[in-house]
């Protein structure tokens, strides 16, 4: 059973908005830090935005700040990547990762994520 469930990708044009939404299948990830990666045909799967599990810090790829916006919801349990101004290099497979380590961390790399879900496209046409 999924336990991270993405859903909101689509097919925008440059310049669009869409929001990703990643749900949870159990109470205790309203604890853990959550982030969102994606992953481009023919590269490796890279870091998008981070959350620590209160909401109170989030961390951003240079690529994507100014643009992008991490929240969770008042419950924690869901978080969402809002995406503004996309661009045809945002098309890729979006992943929704959790950490269920140290809560005073926010890690921003792949391996340090226990958990994720199946993923979801967005693809972004010029």
């Known amino acids: 059973q999924a336990q991270l469930m993405e859903s909101g990708g689509g097919l925008v044009q440059a310049g669009d908005s869409l929001r990703l939404s990643c749900s949870v299948s159990a109470r205790r990830f309203s604890t853990y830090s959550r982030a969102w990666f994606r992953q481009a045909p023919g590269k490796e799967r890279e870091f998008v935005a981070a959350i620590s599990w209160s909401g109170d810090n989030t961390y951003y790829a240079d690529s994507v700040k100014g643009r992008f916006d991490i929240s969770r919801d008042k419950n924690k349990y869901t978080v969402y990547l809002q995406m503004n101004r996309l661009k045809a290099e945002d098309t890729a497979v979006y992943y929704c990762?959790?950490?269920?380590?140290?809560?005073?961390?926010?890690?921003?790399?792949?391996?340090?994520?226990?958990?994720w879900g199946q993923g979801t496209q967005v693809t972004v046409s010029s």
């Open positions: 990762a959790a950490d269920d380590r140290d809560p005073r961390v926010v890690p921003t790399t792949r391996l340090a994520y226990d958990y």
